[in-house]
């Protein structure tokens, strides 16, 4: 039982995880189209918020929580390739977080250098990353 519980608890915490990734690459797009200082403070606050009090917490229950299953179910190890998959699936989803909190750092020090078309295609990875995982876990197509 306690089991479902941690992966009830993962699953919200993926959704949570993944809405700050795909909205604060979102926020660079228009941060970056912006020119006033206004609206660069305005998106400087909102990046913050987003990375700080949401994207953070969540990546981090994520990990605990999967973690968790791991540690009550560790045969999981042993049911193929595809938890492997999906685990090296998440570690470049945290090397991408982690590329997103540098950027909304160099957006809060006026050093950004890339333009929104940038940002609209880096804005994609995650989705790329969630249909991998999502295939992963469902099918475990090895």
Not at 21 to 46: G, I, K, Q, W
Request: glycine letters at 6%; aromatic letters at 16%; one cysteine or more.
């Amino acid at each position: 039982m306690l089991y479902l519980w941690l992966k009830s608890f993962h699953v919200i915490a993926v959704v949570c995880w993944f809405a700050g990734l795909f909205y604060l690459p979102r926020l660079f797009v228009y941060h970056a189209m912006s020119n006033d200082e206004t609206s660069h403070e305005r998106f400087c606050v909102m990046e913050r918020k987003l990375y700080r009090g949401i994207m953070w917490p969540s990546m981090v229950l994520t990990l605990v929580f999967g973690v968790g299953m791991l540690a009550i179910n560790p045969g999981l190890f042993a049911t193929g390739g595809w938890l492997h998959a999906k685990l090296a699936l998440v570690l470049l989803l945290v090397v991408y977080h982690l590329v997103c909190g540098a950027q909304r750092k160099r957006f809060a020090a006026k050093q950004n250098t890339k333009s929104h078309v940038f940002y609209r295609w880096f804005n994609e990875f995650p989705v790329v990353l969630l249909i991998a995982i999502v295939i992963l876990v469902i099918v475990k197509p090895f």
